[in-house]
């Protein structure tokens, strides 16, 4: 099936430092989403990406879609402690059209040291 | 507009019985899909629905069921539960049933079997 890997698995930064992170496939997408999740609360979707090569900001955070189609990246600048929590790579689990079932990878965690 | 709603937020139940899950999406939204999310296995994809029909359908065993209401209200349906079902349900829901991949989590049901 179609497997997203994410890493780093987690991190551990201070706040006001910028954030880095990946996610990539063996299979092509033609959709990526970026998600957060808060303990205790589903998660909620920060960035949609559908044209390779693509770079779509939301306010500190900002996404690609690689040029390969196999992969995505989201930054996210001048960390701040409510950015902490699981970040989610997602992308369709078929590679038709319609609103198919996501494909999620196993997360990001993100922790920010005072 | 209001977000999408799971209820109940939490539930206990043993082993061998069922339990029905229930979940509105944000209005105007048609299609609703759920997710299972546990530690060790991520978010994976049960079902998807759209005008009362299941279209897509995850690797699940048939005790995981669904169904939609007219009014694209969505429960889904757990019958002889085993301990291995514990977990996170998510319902989610997007806002046509045409090429759109995006989206919009509920806070979920946290059902525990013991």
């Known amino acids: 099936g179609q497997q997203l890997n994410q890493s780093p698995q987690s991190m551990f930064i201070q706040e006001g430092e910028d954030v880095s992170m990946n996610c990539t496939s063996s299979?092509?997408?033609?959709?990526w989403l970026w998600y957060k999740q808060d303990p205790g609360e589903g998660p909620v979707l920060l960035i949609a990406?559908?044209?390779?090569?693509e770079l779509t900001s939301n306010g500190r955070l900002t996404a690609q879609f690689g040029i390969t189609r196999k992969d995505s990246f989201l930054n996210i600048s001048a960390s701040i402690p409510s950015d902490v929590g699981i970040y989610f790579c997602?992308?369709?689990?078929?590679?038709?059209?319609?609103?198919?079932?996501?494909?999620f990878g196993k997360g990001t965690h993100l922790i920010i040291q005072p | 507009k209001a977000g999408v709603t799971q209820t109940p937020r939490y539930l206990i139940k043993t082993r061998g019985q069922q339990v029905t899950l229930s979940c509105s999406p944000i209005?105007?939204?048609?299609?609703v899909s759920w997710y299972q999310q546990t530690p060790g296995q991520g978010l994976q994809f049960l079902f998807e629905?759209?005008?009362?029909?299941?279209?897509n359908k995850g690797n699940f065993p048939g005790r995981f069921s669904g169904r939609q209401f007219s009014n694209s209200r969505s429960e889904m349906n757990v019958s002889t539960l085993e301990l291995g079902d514990s977990a996170l349900y998510l319902c989610?829901?997007?806002?046509?049933?045409?090429?759109?991949?995006?989206?919009?989590f509920g806070p979920g049901t946290r059902l525990t079997v013991t």
């Open positions: 990406l559908y044209k390779a090569g």
């Open positions: 989610a829901s997007s806002p046509s049933g045409t090429v759109t991949y995006e989206q919009y």
């Open positions: 997602a992308g369709p689990l078929l590679s038709g059209g319609g609103a198919d079932g996501l494909t």
């Open positions: 299979s092509i997408f033609n959709t």
């Open positions: 209005s105007g939204h048609r299609s």
């Open positions: 629905y759209f005008s009362e029909t299941q279209r």
